[in-house]
């Protein structure tokens, strides 16, 4: 994509150019979300090529469509997330044992010992009703998850649906926090 | 809510791959237009992986998740971490992170302290300013490397805790027994002798009264401001009355006098404290 295209795309998403990156990222994060569901390898890298596509087709002969620019992206996402599934259908069924364990390329003790590291610098970096919260739901749970749940909304003073997105909420920053963390000590070790 | 719970169960068989093409591309389109939709998402994702790591899902359900929502090494990146977390929180996050302003909080440290009854004396001889930053450089980074050192020490000793107070206790003669401070009086501490180096200390902490679904058990060593503590533990009955299995590696206990809090995490979500265990460990 060329900035030219980049930025008729910011335009498209609005006019506001705060508002416009933050619908960028929305979409984006969206799209890499529906192609890692899918089990599509590269997510990332399919969510800019949706954005690429959509770039490459704005405003150029034949463009006649008016809609939500999220609407529009997903159509595109559409083609490339049939193929995705398509390709899942026809792997061979795995034995269950093999998807079961995880490659061992894919986790080293280094990786575990730097990620035991960081999530306990990134809990401690949790404001300190979200470190209480999470502790506690973890400690209850064990015994009893709808106990749990209602015991701590009443002490919080929220609803248990509220509770339910702030216990999402702290888990996915902490898992990005983690990401971050980890990435950091990994490039820190190469160097 | 009837709405609300459907819409559930489907993103739910949406994300374990058991929704036809139609009803795919009927959730995929909302979750990418509809903001209040996908945070639902979101949550349905996050209250299924805990789902999976806890063992709440039905044969057919972990099945579908192993083989549909594991496909990638993201996911299965994400759901290992998730396992994480639950181990780290079930042993008990450190009693002193750090505060939001980013200082580490000691306890019996106040700030407005320091330098108080310090007398401030004028050095007699002029040191050059660029050797003080010097010094202070040097003198930083040896005490910045001692301080990750001993982080890193630190974070050993209570995975090694975590690991050993998450096995069954069996009662036997191994076991020593410690009374709380109200149950001793005007008994002498409870005394053990210097164990052998990378042997286990296996203790158990007798209760008054056993009133928690679950406790938590917060061990200061002797001489030392940190503190190791490890949660999810449950009382158990042996031949002298319910007390609390808790084990702590030799490396921990130098000849000197220790003190284990014990914390019961209340069904409010409340953590209060219930008792004090203190002893010495004699050469």
Redo the contacts between chains.
């Keep these: 994509m060329t900035q030219d295209q980049f930025d008729r795309l910011l335009a498209w998403l609005s006019e506001d150019p705060e508002e416009a990156g933050r619908r960028y990222e929305d979409i984006r994060h969206s799209l890499i979300k529906l192609f890692t569901w899918q089990g599509c390898a590269d997510a990332e890298g399919l969510a800019d090529e949706v954005f690429d596509r959509a770039a490459a087709r704005l405003g150029g002969p034949g463009w006649s469509y008016v809609g939500d620019p999220a609407h529009y992206c997903y159509g595109v996402a559409k083609k490339l997330l049939y193929e995705c599934r398509r390709r899942m259908k026809s792997h061979a069924p795995l034995d269950e044992v093999a998807r079961l364990t995880v490659d061992a390329s894919e986790v080293t003790e280094d990786d575990s010992e730097l990620e035991h590291e960081c999530l306990g610098l990134c809990v401690g970096k949790l404001d300190a009703e979200s470190r209480e919260l999470i502790m506690v739901y973890y400690a209850l749970e064990k015994r009893d998850k709808i106990e749990a749940r209602k015991a701590l909304a009443e002490r919080f003073g929220i609803s248990i649906n509220n509770l339910r997105v702030r216990l999402y909420r702290i888990r996915a920053g902490l898992e990005k926090c983690i990401g971050e963390c980890t990435e950091k000590g990994s490039r820190r070790e190469m160097n | 809510m009837k709405e609300a719970n459907e819409e559930e169960f489907r993103l739910r068989r949406?994300?374990l791959g058991e929704l036809g093409?139609g009803e795919?591309?009927s959730v995929?389109?909302r979750?990418?237009?509809d903001?209040d939709f996908?945070?639902l998402a979101?949550?349905v994702e996050?209250?299924l992986v805990e789902a999976y790591l806890?063992g709440?899902l039905s044969e057919a359900e972990e099945?579908s998740f192993?083989?549909?929502?594991?496909?990638?090494?993201?996911?299965?990146?994400?759901v290992?971490?998730?396992g994480?977390?639950?181990k780290?929180?079930?042993a008990?996050?450190?009693a002193h992170?750090?505060e939001?302003g980013g200082e580490i909080s000691t306890p019996g440290f106040r700030k407005s302290e320091f330098g108080r009854g310090l007398p401030w004396r004028k050095p007699s001889v002029l040191v050059p300013a660029s050797l003080a930053l010097l010094l202070a450089a040097v003198l930083g980074l040896n005490w910045l490397a001692g301080t990750r050192q001993r982080g890193?020490e630190l974070?050993d000793f209570?995975?090694e805790m975590e690991r050993l107070n998450q096995q069954p206790a069996s009662d036997g003669p191994s076991w020593v027994v410690l009374s709380p401070l109200d149950m001793r009086g005007g008994r002498e501490a409870n005394v053990l002798q210097h164990p052998a180096s990378g042997t286990v200390v296996q203790l158990w902490l007798m209760l008054v009264k056993d009133e928690y679904?679950?406790y938590?058990v917060v061990f200061q060593k002797g001489g030392d401001t940190e503190q190791l503590s490890v949660?999810?533990l449950h009382a158990e009955t042996t031949s002298r009355g319910r007390a609390i299995p808790f084990r702590i590696p030799a490396e921990l206990l130098p000849p000197a006098d220790h003190i284990l809090k014990l914390n019961g995490?209340g069904?409010?979500?409340?953590?209060e404290e219930v008792d004090e265990y203190v002893f010495r460990v004699t050469r």
Excluded: C, N, W
């Design positions: 949406y994300l093409e795919q591309e995929e389109e979750f990418i237009t903001r996908k945070e979101l949550v996050d209250e806890s709440e099945a192993v083989r549909h929502f594991l496909s990638t090494p993201e996911q299965r990146r994400r290992r971490l998730a994480k977390l639950r780290y929180m079930a008990g996050a450190p992170p750090t939001p890193k974070a209570r995975r679904p679950s938590q949660g999810g995490i069904e409010g979500g409340r953590i």
